[in-house]
């Protein structure tokens, strides 16, 4: 298990990635490397679990770390839940295994959910609506909610833009319409004990997603996907006051390296007093792993 009382950061969105050459009949391949160029990531296919763990553990930062079950939607074979499980466990003092079932799956996903938090140590799930092609408040993803929220582990929903098909053709698809966070709203209201994590910065729906963090007791954002030199002024002035408990640092790691993250996070106008608490403290509570 992770020592919390010794990293120094817990970053809370990073990508698990298998490891090149699985199948490169899919497209995945070319989303990749379109995604690279549009973040100016230095690989040219993303690292492995492995990979990540080595590099977290070089810079003593714990790390959320989830796959997206998108094959559904966009034909991209989904890494096995139980594959990532099994891999995170061999690095379990730096990595903090999330899984991610496509809510269309129903009960069948449900039914997963329960058997990786009770058997394999998953601590949470990832949902992605633009990719997966959901609205969050649609009802047919309830039933996975349920055995989320049975559980007490959090769900982490992607909001606003993405970096998924940019620049491609139709965008490869992806319609962002679902990833707006009011519709998260929705799933906090009725799932008021299910901890919600709203991922990035939500742009065009900032003030959407602060709104909502505001609103419900249970909804949290992680401020990954941007630099932190680009972050909005209400964002910054929102995680300075009414929301600093509420605030996570993510990097959304392999498009972005922790480290660059973080410098980038030392220069920005957050408050001294706020910054343990988006680094380590807020994360901790969220987990449920408070010292």
């Excluded at 990979?51 to 559904?72: C, L, S, W």
């Excluded at 996907?225 to 006051?241: C, D, E, M, Q």
């Amino acid at each position: 298990m992770v020592d919390f009382s010794s990293v120094r950061a817990i970053d809370f969105h990073t990508h698990a990635e298998e490891a090149c050459g699985c199948h490169d009949d899919d497209g995945y391949d070319d989303l990749q490397a379109s995604m690279a160029k549009y973040f100016g990531a230095p690989w040219n296919h993303p690292p492995t679990i492995d990979q990540t763990a080595a590099h977290y553990r070089e810079m003593n930062i714990a790390a959320v770390i989830f796959p997206v079950d998108a094959e559904r939607e966009t034909g991209y074979r989904r890494y096995n839940n139980y594959e990532v499980a099994e891999a995170c466990a061999q690095h379990s003092d730096i990595l903090i295994p999330f899984a991610s079932i496509d809510p269309a799956k129903g009960k069948l996903g449900a039914r997963e959910a329960r058997d990786l938090v009770e058997n394999h140590g998953i601590q949470g799930f990832k949902f992605h609506p633009t990719m997966q092609g959901f609205y969050p408040n649609d009802r047919d993803a309830y039933v996975l909610y349920e055995a989320i929220a049975e559980s007490g582990k959090p769900a982490l929903f992607h909001t606003g833009q993405t970096g998924v098909g940019s620049g491609m053709p139709g965008g490869n698809g992806m319609r962002l319409k679902y990833s707006n966070p009011m519709y998260i709203d929705d799933v906090a209201v009725d799932f008021p004990e299910m901890p919600i994590i709203l991922a990035h910065p939500s742009f065009p729906w900032q003030e959407e997603a602060l709104s909502v963090a505001t609103h419900k007791p249970n909804v949290y954002i992680d401020l990954s996907g941007w630099s932190p030199k680009y972050f909005p002024p209400i964002l910054v002035r929102y995680a300075n006051t009414m929301l600093r408990k509420k605030m996570l640092f993510g990097s959304d790691w392999p498009m972005i390296a922790p480290e660059k993250w973080l410098d980038a996070f030392d220069k920005a106008e957050f408050r001294d007093e706020v910054r343990p608490l988006i680094l380590k403290e807020n994360a901790m509570r969220l987990l449920g792993v408070s010292e």
